[in-house]
């Protein structure tokens, strides 16, 4: 493959705009591999720290003119010295953070959480991400994705999927659980999936857009939808769900996953940012209710969330509505913006359908 030394990347300069800058390809050096792309999905972190503007702090603040995109999967084209394991023709997944490597979190395979301000650099974020032809990225970062999985599927792996994937190993989920998710952004229609894949049975879910909520109905990952504890309770024997995530971030959203869960029930919280009204009292001490919080995942769980994609023949692909073309990106984070649609992808070469 003609590799070429020049490319255009996707920046989000933080007013609802995407601009294009011209990138040198960049040359692996040891222990890198160049990525070519083939799929790069959106996240509403994205949306709600880069692209309206540029409100992260720390880990989650955008370095201006970074190429944007956490979220790529694709093939490598070129290895540099040292790499160990990955080589040229590999079709890989990228962990969305790159880590120090030697902190504790890092060894704990959570470079999500990296305490290294020197090394810790998200792609997208901090580093160049994944809306671009090729993507350099280091061996350490790097998952394989099974030939049965697609790069579309791959993309969704390590933030969306992963996400909820480490919030449900939180909580655990089993065929025994009621579980209500709200939020039926694509990070609630992958926890959905994944729920339905582990045996769950009565599955609910809560949105504000009725978009979003007839989404899940048609892929037939809710065979109901809420606004209130009191629908909830109707469809659980009055009891309230076994298992709750909130994935909305929004304060209502929290509350009805935590009041609409029953005693010794357990609720993850995975959307981020905004607040939360509890009273302690009756929403969570006299009904023995656990409230995890869960962030991201570790490298190794997902390796584990890849095996079992293909064991369970799940594609996260599927929730994948619309997809464009990289000189297309600005119509593909305006309509992700919207927040009425599913996954929405930026797409190279055989990935482009
Ligand atoms: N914890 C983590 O590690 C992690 C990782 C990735 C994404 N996230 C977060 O997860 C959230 C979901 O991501 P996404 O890509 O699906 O975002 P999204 O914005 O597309 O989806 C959020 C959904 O919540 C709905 N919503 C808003 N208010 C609501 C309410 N009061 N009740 C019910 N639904 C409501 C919206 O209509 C929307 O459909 C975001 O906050 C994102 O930042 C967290
Ligand atoms: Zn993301
Ligand atoms: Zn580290």
């Known amino acids: 493959m003609n590799i070429p030394t020049m490319m255009n990347g996707a920046i989000l300069p933080g007013n609802s705009t995407v601009e294009f800058r ?8 040891h222990g890198e591999v160049l990525v070519r792309t083939k799929a790069s999905t959106i996240c509403g972190s994205d949306i709600r720290c880069i692209y309206r503007e540029h409100t992260g702090k720390g880990p ?11 979220e790529p999967a694709g093939q490598i084209v070129a290895a540099g010295p040292g790499c160990r394991r990955f080589k040229t023709g590999d079709r890989v997944i990228i962990y969305h953070i790159s880590g120090c490597g030697v902190c ?3 060894r704990r395979g959570y470079m999500i959480s990296c305490t290294s301000d020197q090394y810790r650099r998200a792609y997208g974020w901090q580093r160049n991400g994944g809306m671009a032809p090729y993507i350099l990225a280091e061996e350490k970062d790097l998952v394989a994705l099974p030939d049965t999985l ?37 990070v609630g229609l992958a926890c959905l999936m994944l729920c339905k894949a582990l045996g769950a049975q009565k599955l609910i879910g809560a949105d504000i857009s009725s978009e979003r909520t007839e989404l899940a109905m048609k892929l037939g990952l809710i065979e109901a939808s809420v606004k209130s504890v009191e629908e909830v309770r109707k469809l659980t024997n009055n009891l309230g769900v076994e298992r709750a995530f909130d994935c909305s971030a929004a304060d209502a959203g929290r509350q009805l996953a935590i009041r ?21 009292s009756p929403d969570m001490i006299h009904d023995q209710k656990t409230v995890y919080g869960s962030w991201v995942t570790s490298i190794w769980r997902m390796e584990e969330l890849v095996e079992r994609l293909v064991r369970w023949n ?3 692909e599927t929730l994948i509505t619309h997809r464009f073309p990289l000189d297309s990106a600005a119509k593909a984070y305006a309509l992700a913006a919207e927040a009425k ?7 190279f070469d055989e990935e482009l359908k």
Do not use: S
């Not at 011209?22 to 050096?29: S, Y």
């Open 260 to 280: 609409a869960t029953r005693k010794w029930g357990k609720i993850a919280l995975v959307g981020e940012g905004g607040g939360m009204t509890v009273n302690p």
């Open 60 to 70: 989650e603040g955008y370095q201006k003119g970074m190429i944007a995109g956490h």
């Open 150 to 186: 697609t790069y579309a599927d791959g993309a969704q792996v390590a933030c969306g999927f992963g996400t909820v994937y480490e919030a449900i190993e939180k909580v655990g989920v089993c065929g025994n659980d009621a579980v209500l998710v709200v939020g039926l952004g694509p």
């Open 22 to 29: 011209n990138f040198e390809v960049p040359v692996p050096k």
């Open 341 to 347: 649609c599913g996954k929405v992808a930026v797409c």
């Open 314 to 316: 799940i594609h996260p």
């Open 104 to 106: 504790n979190d890092c």
